[in-house]
């Protein structure tokens, strides 16, 4: 399983999680193990990868044995960014489906490891219990616990969560005692250290600034990461593949930001448009800048007269923007966003690297498997108002920079034109690959191709709006 460069995809046999679908025999899973379309193709997708391969189709396969100990720490990280849809559609496309998150975790349960955490940190406004109720996560942990005899805990990573999704909701802060997390401190060498910028400009959507910029200033960057990730002996990235706004791809490298316990340790854009040296729009406006500087007094602010009327001046200036013809984009979700994919990965590198007293080793710290799913896959305005795109895959590997630059190609876009794909693999410290796109291989059901020979199944996915034209394979 040792080899970055190699990427497998499996057929899922349907494009719906509820089938139709035929269901495989798995004899290595005990009685009463859940199948459905899921667990086939995860089964097919190790299948595939030659795992175990001589055992394959008996009692004592064991395709993740060589990574799991019995006195094994795992994490599961799904992608759990919000309770619904925003636009309108189910979460099928929106979230990482229990069902895969299930199938990954009992093939993990068979080598008994010390504990399995199923954990996240989705936005502040994500109903959590309603959820996890909605996926049946309780159950899933529930028969892991039971059909396997392994501990199995779901967690939310947030220490902030907000009561709704606008300005003004009620904010409940500190609801995990710091000692669950390791704050890691990249100083000079974060990727946001490393281009042209402001003391104050970092924001977060809906986030007091200032919080922000005591975390990321010249020479501090910050990050506060669960303390159950960074203690892992292996990490699982289970990601859905969707578009976004703002990285323009969401898989396996943008999926990591769900590690971070606080979303002030996370710059998503620099405020300003890009004539001024911002990122969070192209050119200029000062309807547009207007509204950002009222939405900085909303946030700064608690619940009050002050807060609403700056929250309400915004959305007038914003209003008025785009009726003028300037398109509604306040919060970096365009191409030219330049901040957010350093913030990604610098996270990727915490977590390849990370210690437990948060320094960065020379070595990779923890062994980290991302399985995709994009049995449905999500296109448009992701990551929370994704519309469904079926695509019935599943993808696997051991390198994420890897993997998303063949995610990427199936999707119908170029990595080449998206920053947080191509950055991966750049040349700098605590690098996340040290080979060069070309060597990237794709094992299919019964071939080995170049990754650039891949093309999407179908029609492309269609990209967010502040994407189209400018990341498009050509």
């Known amino acids: 399983m040792g080899d970055e460069e190699l990427v497998v995809i499996a057929d899922s046999g349907s494009t719906a999680y509820d089938g139709p679908f035929e269901l495989e025999e798995a004899p290595e899973l005990p009685a009463g193990a859940t199948g459905n379309v899921a667990q086939t193709a995860v089964r097919r997708l190790f299948r595939n990868w030659g795992l175990d391969q001589d055992r394959f189709g008996t009692r ?28 309108g559609s189910s979460l099928d496309c929106l979230i990482t489906h229990p069902s895969a998150i299930e199938a990954v975790a009992q093939y993990v349960a068979l080598n008994h490891p010390t504990r399995i955490t199923i954990g996240d ?11 996890i109720d909605s996926c ?10 039971e059909r396997f005899g392994v501990p199995c805990e779901i967690v939310d990573f947030r220490r902030t969560v907000l009561d ?25 060498q974060s990727l946001l250290e490393k281009f042209d910028w402001e003391p104050g400009q970092f924001r977060v959507t809906m986030y007091n600034p200032d919080y922000l910029n005591r975390t990321h200033s010249r020479g501090r960057h910050q990050y506060l990461i669960a303390r159950e990730v960074i203690e892992a002996d292996l990490v699982l990235n289970l990601p859905k593949l969707k578009t976004h706004m703002k990285a323009g791809i969401t898989g396996a490298l943008k999926n990591l930001v769900g590690i971070n316990g606080n979303k002030e340790y996370l710059p998503h854009h620099r405020k300003g448009g890009s004539k001024s040296g911002g990122d969070c729009y192209e050119g200029g406006s000062w309807l547009k800048l207007g509204a950002e500087n009222m939405s900085d007094v909303a946030n700064r602010h608690s619940e009050g007269v002050v807060q609403t009327v700056a929250a309400r001046s915004s959305q007038i200036l914003l209003r ?20 957010v994919w350093r913030m990604c990965l610098d996270l990727q590198r915490v977590l390849r690297y990370g210690r437990r007293d948060g320094s960065l080793s020379a070595n990779p710290q923890r062994t980290v498997v991302s399985i995709t799913d994009a049995i449905v896959a999500g296109e448009g305005e992701g990551p929370l108002a994704n519309t469904p795109k079926p695509y019935g ?9 890897a993997i998303e630059w063949v995610h990427a190609r199936l999707m119908g876009f170029d990595p080449q ?18 080979f060069d796109p070309s060597d990237i291989r794709v094992r299919l059901e019964s071939a ?21 034209g400018h990341c498009e394979l050509l």
């Open 164 to 188: 709704g999704m606008a300005i003004g909701a009620n904010r409940i802060e500190n609801r995990r005692n710091e000692s669950h997390y390791v704050l890691f401190d990249l100083r000079g």
């Open 136 to 145: 049946g996560m309780e159950q899933i942990a529930a028969n892991l616990r």
């Open 393 to 401: 895959i599943v993808t696997g590997g051991l390198n994420t920079a």
């Open 121 to 131: 940190a989705p936005i502040q406004g994500c109903d959590f219990a309603s959820l």
């Open 448 to 468: 080995t191709i170049p990754a650039a020979d891949i093309l999407p199944r179908g029609t492309p996915f269609v990209p967010p709006r502040g994407w189209r």
């Open 417 to 434: 034109r998206i920053p947080i794909v191509r950055e991966a693999f750049g040349a700098f410290t605590f690098p996340l690959a040290q």
């Open 320 to 339: 008025t923007a785009a009726v003028l013809g300037r398109d509604p984009n306040l919060e970096g979700a365009w191409y030219g966003n330049d901040t």
């Open 60 to 87: 004592e396969w064991n395709p993740v044995g060589d990574l799991v100990g019995q006195q094994a720490n795992v994490v599961l990280k799904p992608n759990w960014v919000l309770h619904y849809n925003q636009s």
